[in-house]
């Protein structure tokens, strides 16, 4: 009996849980625990309950978010998901990339903790991709991750600044695709094939950093 409970404990809690990761999304973090209670079809004493306060359910939200985004990118870094499946089913991640935004957009601690957390969880995914053999190595593994993470999320920080106001989740499921079809073909080459010509850039600023000149 008890095991039946904790168990629907943790389904009411995870029902709880994605119903805030759309919620926040949707309408950002001004969103109350009233309006996610309803969509989850609970009471806000039980939100309550199970997450202590808002910061507590938004805490939750951020675990979960940040580790599916973990899972998949570990997935195609070392090959045992194709990225061109993983890329056929890009909508079914709108409502974590949606919260992503939300919470980058959002700014203070709690949305610098969050970059902070995508960018250490990149460098792990990096280094199994170096591992692997799938990605180069890096002079500056900490700094690359960071500015990957950079990278990744603010083509989609734009996005959401030229629209603004709340975004229904089936309208960013369309906006996902047709940013993942735009910016695939030339992000692969890039990151593929390189853009520059030769190392002189690269050589002359390394050997800047190494040995600046003396003003």
């Avoid at 008890?2 to 943790?10: F, G, I, N």
């Avoid at 009411?12 to 759309?22: E, G, L, S």
């Avoid at 993470?149 to 083509?155: C, E, N, Q, W």
Wanted: aromatic content about 8%; hydrophobic content about 40%; charged content about 25%.
């Amino acid at each position: 009996m008890r095991s039946t409970r904790q168990a629907d404990d943790l389904s009411t809690a995870a029902r709880i849980r994605d119903a805030a990761i759309v919620r926040f999304g949707r309408d950002g973090f001004g969103a109350g625990l009233r309006a996610v209670a309803a969509d989850a079809g609970v009471t806000a004493g039980l939100v309550v309950h199970h997450f202590g306060s808002k910061d507590g359910l938004r805490a939750a939200c951020d675990a979960h978010v940040l580790g599916v985004i973990r899972s998949e990118k570990l997935k195609v870094t070392t090959r045992s998901l194709n990225a061109i499946t993983q890329l056929a089913d890009v909508e079914q991640y709108a409502p974590y990339a949606l919260y992503s935004l939300r919470s980058m957009q959002a700014g203070g601690e709690l949305g610098r903790q969050f970059v902070d957390r995508m960018a250490e969880d990149a460098l792990e995914y990096l280094e199994v991709g170096v591992q692997a053999g799938t990605i180069k190595p890096s002079r500056d593994p900490v700094a690359r991750a960071r500015y990957l993470t950079y990278h990744y999320t603010g083509y989609l920080l734009l996005w959401m600044s030229l629209y603004g106001g709340p975004v229904e989740i089936e309208q960013f499921r369309t906006e996902l695709r047709r940013l993942a079809d735009e910016v695939t073909l030339p992000a692969l080459e890039l990151f593929t094939d390189g853009l520059l010509t030769d190392r002189t850039m690269l050589d002359d600023y390394v050997e800047y950093v190494n040995a600046p000149p003396k003003p």
